[in-house]
């Protein structure tokens, strides 16, 4: 009787086919509701634990423990099931009310969760000890349950005279393309139309459904369900009928310690298959879950493919070994070809996104999915029972693929780094396939066969061959490309557990200009200009409108520093508290500091844990809160974007405590509905505004109850104390009236400019992406749709923003008065600024501004950046000098900020006596004469210059209008107007763009802007 229901399905037998369809739905229908659930848990759980790489870990280990449970009680008690497939029934619908009940039940249990990791202080093994053991019984029932239903659905469709290898196969397969539907349907539209807990009650309902379809089976499915196995023991041998031929004696030990390796190994793959492909697609859910489907799918098709091919050759199980072979040469030839195969970085497009992941992915996946389906028909030999042999089957699988993820995270990817750590899960199939030899016994036999040869000869030659330096060499200079167009270059790498970072510094003269921190192939924070001035803000703005002096700082997210960095700059600061979720992106920061490290002042208190963790966990009150966050749509940083987030954040400030938050805009890639982000922050804070740090880097400004407004005299202490007035002029807040001039808008403001946005909430993570018809700030469509572009420009628009600075009831309620009237006037100045930061530093297309800020202002640090240079490079040239008349012109442009006309000529001239060639050195030459009062001198170098460049020809039409008044000057202009309608050539805009690219993106703004592209009220 056992071997007839281990016969192959006949061709002709109709209803065995019809019975196989059923099942296939059923399974189909569970996979997707238990995907749906796991993507819904995750998300609750990240809550509760943190988003930390420890956390996200633990938990997805204590999920697959209770998977690996509920398939260890099938293997165990199943050949006692009389009716499988109401058993079945009923774990379904313990999942779908356990897994609905647990949704709701997690955000309530994170109080308690963080109060029992709190207790273990600093000992992260103890903090992780708990966060286990808390997560596993959480998610004990629902996941014990769903780990029971796939075996019972094998063992369903193997006793309805299907052949077990086939219903493994059959079953696996349309599970895990459920499974893959689940992913997609999420992702897309589940959690975005019904948020989190509506997602769950999908899944819910998707099971009780499985269930459903399950209890309404064919009559003859009915029937074969209607007795239970025989209850054979367990031997540690089979024998089998002789037509089994080399089948005889399998062992069931070898095998199951095959299949644990390979679920240990898929996932441990999974992670460092992730992490690489990160590098190469804009970080985002909607990536990852692509990601994760082109997995799920090619493993389904192996599932799926081997039935077929059990049904074709019942002894298709001898070609195991062979199998594990063949994954482990995709794996290394998917990361060899991977640099052949595909191109370009910071992919957002999501056929792209697929192309990259089949590409690495599909071929081991689906191998994958093919060793586990042979390897369960070769134990079923052994085991007998149906029930048995796919419970203990998927208890190994499963238990390894819990131990997988935390092996590679926190072993392999450390220890290793992503090349090493392929090499060494490619070796493992090695591994993998002598086992299962073990298992099939009659080695001798199987080791001539020319499967095994071939496979086994392949992997040897991969490995032997597998291409060491090709990380190094290929993949890190390809994603680090995009930011290296300024001369950067890479100075530090790290492979940490949760990403891969790699430090770029550009350099001039070895001395370095700014750094940037590429962060899993993205730009996540840096020491350029722009990014030192937003970052900086995020401390300055409140450090003067405070009433009373700063003393207790939060910093969450570290980043390279710069906002811990300010906030030491504080005099009156007594304490900063940094709550930073990965160690490695601090231990890169002793590279950004080898001296006046930020995290060495001993008024510093390091934590490195998940930022709302901490929120939670303390009980401090703190003056300030701000941070350097991911961008909102990197997977897991939704989560401090949230209405519920801020609302921690407001009841962990002091009265009259104030908190600054970023807000990216004007990045269409992959675009973000920053609207919702605008109106969770003005539902927490009343008196939110808006303010222009940099045209693509805005600030949300929130407090608890601040009074005003400040007294005059504090609001320009600041300017008073040097060494602090050195560090804000650095940043061009060189008086107190650009402050004021950087705003945009009050809360009035802030909820007209949200509109019908609904507020960004932890129930629904999806209304981050963009939304056809509401344009956004950050809306991909930004320079093809004019509703959004005009939102974008009329945000920034300085003399909008004078208006409303002039009539805001918050800035009456805050500002000394006289520093409102004076604050108009440097409006000006902010349209200045944010010229700059669109275009760079291109004095002669900027004349106009430049002339006006040199002869009509104080300000020095402005009209430095509308040259092209800044502190950091004016420094290093007036130290340093190569010889080639860089450092010379360097130091005639800081001399002409600070009025020395004289000096900057006589600077120019030595520059290009030096053999200095470029657009600006003989334009800035004339005009500094002028300035100078030498426009004789000045004229005598006007007409031998042949400009034909578009700047260059503005620049002397405009010079000679003004300085070169003679008849011959006048005359250049005319030519120069007349000649700005013809086309320059093409050499010369080679030529230009070369100068300006060392001198002024590659000083250190336009390195960063490409990318993201009486002086007290006297």
Not at 187 to 207: K, P, Q
Not at 913 to 934: D, F, K, S, T
Request: charged fraction near 15%; aromatic fraction near 10%.
């Amino acid at each position: 009787m056992v071997r007839a229901r281990a016969a192959v399905v006949a061709p002709g037998d109709r209803s065995a086919a019809r019975d196989s369809r059923w099942l296939a739905l059923v399974c189909f229908v569970s996979g997707a509701a238990g995907l749906v659930f796991e993507m819904v848990w995750f998300h609750r759980s990240a809550l509760v634990f943190g988003s930390s790489v420890w956390a996200t870990s633990l938990v997805l280990s204590s999920f697959m423990g209770g998977l690996s449970i509920g398939s260890a009680i099938v293997g165990q008690i199943g050949h006692r099931i009389r009716r499988i497939l109401d058993t079945y029934a009923a774990a379904e619908i313990v999942v779908a009310v356990s897994g609905v009940v647990l949704t709701y039940a997690l955000p309530g249990l994170t109080r308690s969760v963080v109060t029992l990791t709190g207790r273990a202080g600093a000992d992260l093994w103890l903090a992780n000890v708990v966060r286990f053991v808390t997560a596993f019984s959480i998610l004990l029932v629902p996941s014990t349950a769903m780990g029971a239903t796939l075996p019972l659905l094998v063992a369903a469709l193997a006793r309805a005279r299907a052949g077990f290898g086939f219903a493994l196969g059959h079953a696996y397969g349309w599970n895990t393309l459920g499974a893959v539907a689940g992913v997609a349907s999420a992702e897309v539209w589940l959690i975005g139309a019904f948020g989190i807990a509506g997602s769950a009650w999908a899944a819910g309902l998707l099971s009780v459904a499985a269930a459903t379809i399950a209890l309404a089976r064919p009559t003859r499915l009915a029937e074969s369900q209607s007795s239970p196995a025989p209850a054979t023991a367990w031997p540690a041998t089979a024998p089998a009928s002789r037509s089994d031929g080399l089948l005889s004696h399998v062992r069931a030990w070898p095998l199951l310690a095959s299949a644990f390796l390979s679920g240990a190994t898929l996932l441990a793959l999974e992670v460092v298959w992730f992490r690489f492909l990160t590098m190469f697609v804009l970080s985002t859910t909607l990536a990852a879950s692509l990601m994760l489907a082109v997995v799920l799918a090619s493993i389904a098709l192996g599932g799926l493919s081997a039935s077929f091919w059990l049904t074709k050759n019942p002894q298709a199980e001898l070609h195991v070994p062979a199998v594990a072979f063949a994954a482990g040469v995709a794996v290394a030839a998917s990361y060899a070809g991977f640099q052949a195969l595909t191109e370009g970085t910071q992919i957002a497009a999501w056929h792209r996104t697929l192309w990259l992941a089949s590409v690495l992915t599909l071929p081991a996946s689906l191998l994958s999915g093919v060793l586990f389906t042979l390897v369960g028909a070769a134990l079923q030999r052994a085991v007998i029972v149906e029930t048995r042999a796919a419970g203990w089957l998927a208890l190994a699988n499963t238990a390894g693929g819990m131990c997988g993820p935390l092996v590679s995270a926190f072993v392999l990817l450390p220890a290793l780094g992503m090349e090493r750590a392929s090499f060494a899960l490619a070796a493992a199939y090695v591994a993998i396939g002598g086992l299962a030899l073990g298992g099939l016994s009659s080695w001798r036999a199987h080791v001539r066969s020319p499967a095994f040869v071939v496979s086994g000869a392949a992997l040897a030659v991969a490995l032997a061959s597998f291409p060491f330096g090709l990380m190094r060499d290929v993949y890190f200079a390809r994603i680090t490309r995009p930011y290296a167009a300024d001369g950067s270059e890479i100075v530090a790498t790290r492979e940490g557990p949760s990403e891969s970072i790699i430090l770029m510094q550009q350099k001039w003269m070895d001395e370095p200009v700014y750094s940037r921190l590429v962060t899993n192939g993205f730009s996540m924070s840096g020491t350029a200009v722009p990014a030192l001035r937003y970052m900086r803000y995020f401390v300055y703005w409140p450090m003067m409108l405070h009433q009373g002096p700063v003393k207790r700082v939060l910093v969450v997210c570290y980043g390279v520093g710069v906002t811990a960095g300010a906030a030491l700059d504080l005099p009156s600061v007594e304490s900063i508290d940094i709550a930073e979720i990965s160690g490695d992106i601090v231990r890169m920061s002793d590279v950004v500091y080898p001296m006046k490290h930020p995290l060495r002042d001993p008024r510093v208190r390091l934590h490195i844990e998940d930022g709302r963790q901490f929120l939670h966990r303390t009980s401090e009150r703190f003056d300030l809160i701000t941070g350097e966050p991911p961008p909102p749509r990197t997977p897991g940083a939704v989560n401090i974007y949230t209405r519920e987030y801020f609302q921690l954040i407001h009841d962990r400030l002091a009265d009259g405590g104030i908190t600054t938050y970023w807000l990216p805009i004007g990045r269409p890639d992959p675009g973000t509905d920053v609207s919702t982000i605008i109106r969770a922050f003005c539902d927490t804070f009343g008196d939110c505004s808006l303010w222009n740090a940099t045209p693509f880097d805005l600030m949300l400004v929130g407090s608890r109850r601040a009074a005003g407004p400040v007294s005059e005299d504090e609001f320009v202490r600041p300017w008073q104390v040097p060494a602090l007035r050195a560090r804000l002029s650095e940043v061009g807040l060189e008086l107190p009236q650009q402050i004021g001039a950087t705003f945009l808008g009050d809360s009035a403001y802030l909820r007209q400019l949200a509109g019908d946005a609904p507020p960004l909430v932890d129930n629904h993570p999806q209304r981050l992406r963009p939304v056809p018809g509401r344009p956004s700030l950050s809306d991909p469509r930004y320079g093809v749709d004019p509703a959004v572009t005009q939102m974008y420009e009329a945000v920034i628009d300085p003399a909008r923003a004078r208006q409303a600075f002039a009539a805001s009831p918050f800035i009456r309620r805050l500002w000394p008065e006289r520093v409102i009237d004076a604050t108009l006037l440097y409006f000006d100045h902010q349209r200045m600024l944010n010229r700059v930061f669109w275009e760079g530093g291109r004095p002669l297309r900027q004349i106009e501004d430049l002339h006006w800020l040199l002869t009509e202002t104080p300000l020095r640090t402005l009209p430095l950046w509308m040259l092209g240079s800044d502190d950091v490079k004016a420094r290093i040239a007036a130290g340093r000098d190569d010889g080639t008349g860089a450092p010379l012109f360097v130091r005639g442009l800081t001399a002409l900020v600070t009025r020395d006309y004289l000096g900057a000529a006589s600077a120019f001239a030595h520059a290009e006596h030096r053999g200095l060639r470029g657009e600006p050195i003989r334009p800035l030459r004339v005009y500094a004469l002028c300035l100078a009062g030498q426009v004789d001198a000045a004229r005598q170098l006007a007409p031998v210059v042949q400009p034909q460049a578009d700047d260059e020809r503005h620049f002397w039409e405009w010079l000679g209008r003004t300085c070169l008044k003679s008849e011959e000057a006048r005359s250049l202009g005319a030519r120069l107007s007349n000649a700005s309608r013809a086309p320059s050539s093409r050499a010369s805009r080679g030529t230009s763009c070369e100068f300006r690219a060392f001198f002024v993106g590659g000083a250190g703004l336009l390195g960063a802007c490409s990318h993201f592209s009486d002086t007290l009220l006297e």
